[in-house]
């Protein structure tokens, strides 16, 4: 079993950074993927970023030049700095893990976090 904790989240203004990490525990294999996914209240859940075992990413668009995912594979971490905070980055954030490269569709990951709430004022 694979368990994944978010932190980080909080209340920042419009142009600031948040660094969220997600914590794995349990046994796991170490060609495990990692991604972030949000999801805002009435809205589908989104992918935002993700990372392969060999540090490979890939970004959402609405993201890509403010947000950089990184992963301690020693730590069984995963981070996501966010920079340049927009409103529209509002929602709650989680992790999630999969065996198998990285990918940007919610079903095709195993295991999933809680969640951290990000809140972006104007």
């Known amino acids: 079993q694979v368990q994944l904790v978010e932190s980080g989240g909080g209340l920042v203004q419009a142009g600031g950074s948040l660094r969220l990490s997600c914590a794995a525990s349990?046994?796991?294999?170490?060609?495990?993927?990692m991604g972030w996914f949000r999801q805002a209240p009435g809205k589908e859940r989104e992918f935002v970023a993700a990372?392969?075992?060999?540090?490979?990413?890939i970004y959402a668009d609405s993201v890509k030049g403010r947000f950089t995912i990184s992963r301690d594979n020693a730590k069984n971490t995963v981070y996501l700095q966010m920079n340049g905070l927009k409103p529209e980055d509002t929602a709650v954030y989680y992790c999630?893990?999969?065996?198998?490269?990285?990918?940007?569709?919610?079903?095709?990951?195993?295991?999933w976090g809680q969640g951290t709430q990000v809140t972006v004022s104007s």
């Open positions: 349990g046994r796991t294999v170490m060609s495990y993927a």
């Open positions: 999630a893990a999969r065996l198998n490269r990285a990918s940007s569709t919610p079903i095709e990951y195993n295991y």
């Open positions: 990372i392969s075992w060999s540090r490979s990413t």
